[in-house]
């Protein structure tokens, strides 16, 4: 006989039901696609998680030493002004990367003294990567600053406005035959490729030198190469190139030594000598005339004292 509940509900015991049946009863036949699902929701959270720090970091660094010369050191600066932090608060300050991709330096700790020091001002909000006598190698490479979590990452990457590298295995000739100036100038190693202007004396004749380069390593060989017709108002010049590199170094200059002579100087050379030699000549003819009108004198007197001394030996003879 059937027994029947009247007024309430009959209801099941509370462990009469398993996870599995439970998980079983509610999604079915799909149990393991559910696990499945579960685990790449974590997962993806988790690398969410990971990843948050580095993308909203409100840390970044900057290259401070401007210019950054070739040979010098060069200074790149991380600024925490973002995050109200003191260098001395971060829990890691580290900078890295570089050509090796490497620990640079750890808390103030450098893994090479001889390239890399760190320079700290406790009481601000920056700390600073010094990079030693800065190469070829150290640009276009990464530079990471760290302090704890938070991170940035950049390349230091070469730019005209911001790194100069001095002009190397300089060569310049300045040359000049009748009346054309001839211009060479070359540089092994160069960065910006300058600008060059050629003047004479003060006058500016060009303000663009042709230039032809070429990429070495990376930076440049650099060859200028021109040629200018001279004029009257040109005489006694010097020629001078004035090399210029915007605002990332001053000018340098290159001087000739050679000047030209102009036409009007020429003939004024030219008459100068043949004045100078039709006096020459004529003081030479002058002395030779007055020596000869000197012997011819010296003779006749020689010849008359002969004649004397004649008559007077003629004159004795007839008196003995």
Not at 202 to 207: M, P, R, V
Request: charged fraction near 20%.
């Amino acid at each position: 006989m059937k027994t029947h509940y009247y007024g309430q509900t009959r209801r099941p015991k509370a462990n009469s039901f398993t996870k599995e049946e439970f998980l079983e009863t509610v999604f079915g036949g799909h149990v393991g696609q559910f696990k499945l699902m579960a685990l790449q929701y974590l997962s993806t959270s988790f690398l969410i998680l990971l990843i948050l720090p580095c993308v909203f970091s409100k840390v970044y660094w900057r290259l401070s030493s401007l210019p950054a010369i070739f040979g010098q050191d060069t200074v790149l600066t991380c600024h925490l002004d973002e995050i109200f932090t003191h260098p001395k608060d971060c829990t890691v300050r580290q900078w890295s990367g570089g050509p090796e991709r490497r620990g640079l330096v750890y808390n103030g700790y450098s893994s090479d003294s001889n390239k890399y020091e760190e320079y700290t001002n406790m009481g601000s909000f920056e700390f600073s990567l010094i990079i030693k006598h800065l190469t070829e190698s150290d640009i276009d490479v990464n530079y990471t600053c760290s302090c704890g979590f938070n991170t940035s990452t950049k390349n230091l990457s070469l730019d005209a406005n911001s790194f100069h590298y001095p002009p190397a295995g300089i060569n310049h000739t300045f040359s000049i035959e009748h009346d054309l100036l001839g211009v060479l100038l070359t540089f092994r190693k160069v960065f910006p490729v300058p600008n060059c202007s050629l003047y004479l004396g003060d006058s500016l004749i060009t303000t663009k030198v042709p230039v032809t380069h070429k990429s070495n390593g990376l930076v440049y060989s650099v060859r200028y190469n021109a040629s200018y017709t001279l004029k009257e108002k040109d005489c006694n010049k010097l020629p001078e190139l004035k090399c210029t590199f915007n605002h990332v170094a001053e000018a340098v200059i290159f001087k000739g030594h050679e000047t030209y002579h102009c036409l009007v100087n020429k003939i004024t050379i030219v008459v100068a000598s043949a004045v100078v030699f039709y006096i020459v000549i004529t003081v030479f003819v002058c002395i030779l005339k007055h020596k000869e009108c000197y012997q011819s004198k010296r003779k006749r007197s020689m010849k008359k004292e002969t004649n004397d001394s004649r008559e007077t030996d003629h004159f004795i003879t007839f008196k003995k």
